[in-house]
């Protein structure tokens, strides 16, 4: 299944997937700026799905704390842009600060979580400390302009919309590519080992904390990353970023998108953000629209009930059941 | 040695206050191996439906009663509609509360709007005595007394009753337990309903002590409610007993002398005690 997944590379998704790439490349020149916008957001918030299922997809944790990477990444662009220069030297320093901040936090966030055991007092204890973080942020108002949130100017090279896009489609690929490396990795095989038996995985003379600090550690990196692209896109930084909801966006992206796919992100955050804009679209006919989180939550129930599997889980399915259909009636001919 | 007193009874009543919370979080968490993550919601819920009925009625025990019962209500449909789909799946049994808790949460904001709502306390409980130095208010002293009562109240139903016996037989072998004949389905929706009306007590409790209820007060209890669990051993009553009055004083202790840090302090606390006993302190650990 998962080799199927990586390594189907049958011509017909190699095909598609070329494509697919071409389309993206191309869409900016015909598209509205509003949509070429729409889309740069796609493509960072794919990133931050996709960090999101290394823990939820590949290694089976739920980290209710995840957005303070996330958010962070966003609130170091926007500190450092503000209170040193906003040039693509201090860009390159965001990143640096922000991979090394992130580290920390993940090594952290792990030593407290990998004690605590399982699922749920992992779950329970990422939440308090994301929500411990958020509150830090909103006290600490001389940096982060606290509630307020802080606004920022970004280098030039950033500020063209459409040149962004092109970083930001980069940026998605170069991150996606370095995440499915670390996935077929010896390293990644055995995060699947921890997730479907972590008795067995120990047994067999892994060191399993050790290899859940590293998938946190990745993961933490990845949404760190894409915070500062999301920072740098929105030219803002407000403790939305970290909050519980921000976790929960990159939650049900990974589960529209079917977790333990990597890909599924994509289609999450793509079908997400089109109907968040097509809802707050219709706000100003409809007034309940305003409430987008009354969807968004009752969207959340409603695929953990029905779709548990998301889109991809769906389409490889239906997939793998046309292909049986095939090899029935193809022993049947016989 | 005012200040000392003060903070005693402080410490106190804002452990009972988590106390109420984490309980209702425990006992369903212990005893049906569900992590409710709606508990924050239906503590708000019970925080403004107190407010609404005490601003028409002006009868404490009325309004208090009122958000117990009608968050009662609400869990039990939680747990008949939603939870009780999910038994055994833990990553769905927290996505699906955590969904829940989206949706009702912003319900709160629909029908009371976004800002604060503010409410006095009743007369009865509204004064304060002056002990030397000290201030005590009655409120507080109160919320200490009811804690008090919840906390025996709930031992004994688990420990002495038959219901309490068919609880616990029912987290062991609920198949066994159907087959005698009674309706263990049943049973747990009135524990997880039972956990919903004390997150609510809770609420109804909150709202007079701060004098205003927001919907970003049930996020705030919640995670406090989390680190008692964590700290006093997941699924253990006394364990979140004792958890919650250990966060009370300590909260009240660091909010006086240190009050930077106090938003940092129970973390470090939660983080302290797990790397030395992972399985909290009362570690009877809920090990899926």
């Known amino acids: ?334 | 040695m005012d200040v000392f007193f003060m903070l005693l009874i402080n410490g106190l009543a804002e452990g009972a206050l988590i106390f109420l919370m984490a309980s209702g979080l425990s006992i369903i968490l212990g005893l049906m191996g569900v992590v409710n993550f709606t508990h924050g919601t239906l503590f708000i819920w019970g925080g403004y439906i107190y407010i609404a009925t005490y601003n028409r009625t002006q009868s404490f025990l009325l309004s208090v009663l009122a958000a117990m019962a009608a968050v009662f209500l609400l869990g039990a449909v939680f747990e008949k509609l939603f939870v009780s789909r999910v038994y055994g799946n833990i990553p769905a049994q927290i996505l699906i509360t955590l969904g829940l808790q989206v949706i009702f949460t912003d319900l709160v904001r629909l029908i009371w709007g976004a800002t604060p709502i503010t409410v006095a306390r009743p007369d009865f409980l509204a004064g304060r005595w002056v002990i030397g130095g000290a201030t005590i208010v009655h409120y507080r002293v109160f919320l200490i007394f009811v804690g008090l009562l919840v906390a025996i109240g709930i031992h004994l139903l688990i420990t002495k009753t038959r219901i309490g016996m068919v609880i616990r037989a029912g987290v062991q072998r609920p198949d066994m337990v159907q087959a005698l004949g009674i309706n263990i389905k049943l049973y747990f929706t009135f524990v997880f309903a039972g956990g919903a009306a004390l997150a609510a007590l809770g609420g109804a409790l909150y709202a007079p002590l701060t004098g205003s209820m927001s919907s970003t007060a049930g996020l705030h209890n919640q995670v406090l409610a989390f680190i008692v669990v964590v700290i006093g051993g997941m699924g253990s009553f006394l364990g979140s007993a004792f958890g919650s009055i250990f966060l009370g004083l300590m909260g009240a202790v660091v909010a006086w002398f240190v009050p930077s840090l106090s938003v940092v302090a129970n973390v470090t606390l939660m983080a302290l005690i797990l790397a030395f006993k992972p399985n909290g302190l009362f570690g009877l650990a809920v090990k899926k």
């Open chain 1, 1 to 334: 299944m998962i080799k199927q997944q990586f390594k189907g590379s049958n011509k017909m998704n190699l095909l598609l997937l070329v494509a697919l790439l071409l389309a993206m490349m191309v869409i900016p020149h015909f598209a509205k700026s509003a949509t070429v916008a729409l889309i740069s957001r796609i493509f960072i918030l794919t990133v931050y799905g996709m960090s999101y299922d290394i823990l939820r997809g590949y290694m089976g944790f739920i980290n209710l704390g995840h957005a303070l990477f996330f958010g962070s990444g966003a609130y170091i662009a926007g500190i450092l842009f503000t209170k040193l220069d906003n040039t693509f030297g201090i860009f390159i320093l965001v990143v640096l600060i922000t991979i090394i901040y992130c580290s920390a936090a993940a090594f952290i966030m792990g030593k407290i979580v990998i004690r605590g055991g399982s699922v749920i007092a992992g779950a329970m204890i990422t939440l308090a400390l994301g929500e411990i973080v958020r509150n830090m942020a909103e006290r600490w108002r001389s940096v982060t302009g606290g509630a307020d949130g802080l606004p920022f100017s970004i280098p030039p090279i950033f500020r063209d919309r459409l040149h962004f896009y092109y970083y930001a489609l980069i940026f998605m690929l170069v991150m996606t590519l370095i995440l499915r490396q670390f996935l077929l990795s010896p390293t990644g095989r055995v995060l699947l080992a921890i997730r479907e038996n972590e008795q067995r995985a120990k047994f067999l003379g892994f060191n399993t904390d050790k290899y859940k600090m590293i998938g946190l550690q990745v993961s933490g990196i990845s949404a760190g990353l894409a915070g500062v692209m999301f920072g740098v896109f929105n030219r803002f930084a407000n403790t939305d970023l970290l909050s519980v909801q921000q976790t929960l966006n990159a939650l049900l992206i990974t589960l529209v998108g079917g977790t333990g796919t990597l890909y599924g992100a994509f289609v999450g955050s793509g079908f997400i953000a089109f109907v968040q804009n097509t809802l707050l679209n219709l706000r100003s006919q409809y007034p309940i629209f305003e409430r987008w989180l009354l969807f968004f939550g009752a969207m959340y129930v409603l695929v953990v009930l029905f779709m548990p599997s998301g889109f991809v889980g769906l389409w490889q399915k239906l997939i793998s059941e046309a292909r049986e259909k095939k090899k029935g009636s193809a022993v049947d001919a016989k």
